[in-house]
């Protein structure tokens, strides 16, 4: 890793951006939900059900749900029968998660505060790791992916949800002014916190691109890696096998 990684537009120290990453889900992560339904028109939840289906989850195999503090993934995995461990690295994230399983009556769900970096789970553990919206947040993300593969068993799968480039010409330009003008705006109305939406809109900007991304999964050891775009590739899906 380089001396210096992005925390949005700014180049900082990799244990700086470790830290004010940090900050910022402190300070959203109560109402994280509520802006993903209000920057997204709500189809977040949309992205979020296709994405589990591809993941397919299985009854009874075990599945790490990587950054997944609030619990959306990891509801709709258990859903199906899948024993589930939901890991962050943030503890406010993931009291917000513990709270809404409560609400919905919800056990046998673990959760678990992990750096993606650093995992504690022992080698060919988990038959599946998913992460959704979370690896461009990590500061040494081809670290995460080298985790990712050691704790995953033989034949085990890889799926990552994340926003990347649209493609669509027009739409990119429309997307482009809202995000950088708008959505920042929405976090100050709503979360009353417009600097931290500014940070997590121009992280998607400095995010790699999809065919860059997936080769960082195949740098990882992961075999027949693909990328589903969403929208053009507004968003996309990442996967890949251990075998």
């Known amino acids: 890793m380089s001396d210096t990684v992005s925390f949005g537009f700014e180049e900082v120290a990799p244990d700086e951006k470790t830290r004010r990453v ?14 993903n339904d209000a920057m997204s028109g709500g189809m977040h939840r949309l992205w979020k059900d296709r994405f589990v289906r ?13 950054a997944g503090g609030t619990g959306d993934i990891a509801f709709r995995l258990q859903a ?3 024993n589930v461990t939901v890991a962050d690295i943030n503890p406010e994230m993931l009291e917000v998660g513990m709270q809404r399983a409560v609400k919905r009556g919800l056990d046998g769900l673990v959760w678990t505060e992990q750096n993606a970096e650093t995992l504690t789970f022992p080698d060919r553990h988990f038959d599946a790791y998913t992460i959704a919206f979370g690896i461009r947040n990590v500061t ?7 985790e990712a593969h050691r704790t995953l068993r033989y034949g085990g799968r890889f799926f990552c949800l994340e926003f990347s480039t649209t493609l ?35 992280s998607i900007r400095r995010f790699p ?7 960082m999964i195949e740098d990882a050891g992961f075999v027949q890696a693909k990328a589903e775009p969403i929208l053009g590739g507004l968003v996309a899906i990442h996967s890949g096998w251990k075998i």
């Open 22 to 35: 940090g900050g910022v889900f402190s300070n959203v992560a109560s109402n994280y939900d509520v802006m």
């Open 209 to 215: 691109g999809m065919a860059q991304f997936k080769g």
């Open 54 to 66: 591809l993941v397919k989850p299985r009854e009874g195999e075990d599945i790490l749900d990587m």
């Open 168 to 202: 669509w010409p027009g739409f990119a330009d429309v997307y482009d002014w809202y995000s950088m003008n708008l959505v920042p705006k929405l976090g100050k109305a709503i979360a009353k916190d417009e600097d931290s939406y500014r940070y997590l809109v121009e």
């Open 140 to 146: 040494d993300i081809p670290a995460a992916l080298a």
């Open 80 to 82: 199906k029968g899948a």
